[in-house]
């Protein structure tokens, strides 16, 4: 079936089942099915995917774009780059007089400065903006959590990993991925108290869970972040 409701049209599969109430969900791909009980009138289904339309659509379109994996960046004027979880457009300049290609939030614009304007040299320049950002907003953060316990890091640095946000290993040297910085700042400390939590527990059980949903409660919606926005966070 296909509804449209301002402006936008979605396209739903309606299914009638023996249960108490009616539900709207959303696989993998951003396919929408609604399932309602036997003998609901297709107006009342109606109305509760208007209720909920906006958050269905964002969420049907944000599971579609990410099938596509991580678009590749032009380095055009205006193209946004994700920081602190928002869109910043950039402002390429080019100055050949400059020392060294850096990059400067200027209110809501990342103005890049370089002495060659080249793809390569604005992603570097880019690169070098988060790893710096995210090594002063971690540390900031680390800081602040501090207070949860007794002991503290033996080292703190930024890495390109592939792999994962944040490690800690036994020496309580900690690691976190240059591309937190693009990530909300209540996201960033998630990510910093999970590996903080480390210094005490090492692995995953329950007590490192614990410790984790006691400073952090809600720290699933922060990993559903992470998961359902990592394909964006590129240079």
């Not at 009342?44 to 991580?70: C, F, M, T, Y």
């Amino acid at each position: 079936m296909n509804h449209t409701y301002s402006g936008e049209t979605l396209h739903f599969e309606l299914t009638y089942k023996n249960r108490k109430s009616t539900g709207i969900y959303l696989d993998n791909y951003g396919n929408i099915e609604i399932l309602a009980p036997k003998g609901t009138d297709e107006e009342s289904v109606i109305r509760l995917l208007e209720d909920n339309w906006k958050k269905v659509l964002i969420q049907s379109k944000e599971k579609k774009a990410r099938l596509h994996g991580p678009q590749l960046k032009t380095y055009h004027h205006g193209e946004p780059f994700l920081y602190l979880g928002k869109n910043f457009p950039i402002e390429v300049h080019h100055n050949p007089d400059i020392e060294q290609d850096h990059v400067t939030l200027k209110g809501n614009i990342l103005v890049v400065e370089v002495k060659e304007v080249e793809d390569k040299t604005i992603k570097q320049a880019l690169k070098r903006f988060y790893y710096q950002r995210c090594k002063a907003i971690v540390e900031r953060s680390i800081s602040i959590h501090q207070p949860h316990f007794k002991t503290k890091p033996r080292s703190i640095r930024i890495s390109d990993s592939q792999k994962t946000w944040g490690t800690c290993d036994g020496r309580r040297q900690l690691t976190f991925n240059w591309k937190l910085a693009m990530a909300p700042q209540e996201v960033i400390d998630y990510v910093v108290v999970h590996e903080m939590c480390h210094m005490v527990h090492l692995n995953h059980d329950r007590s490192f869970w614990r410790l984790v949903g006691k400073i952090v409660p809600d720290y699933k919606e922060k990993e559903r972040w992470l998961a359902m926005t990592s394909w964006k966070m590129t240079v």
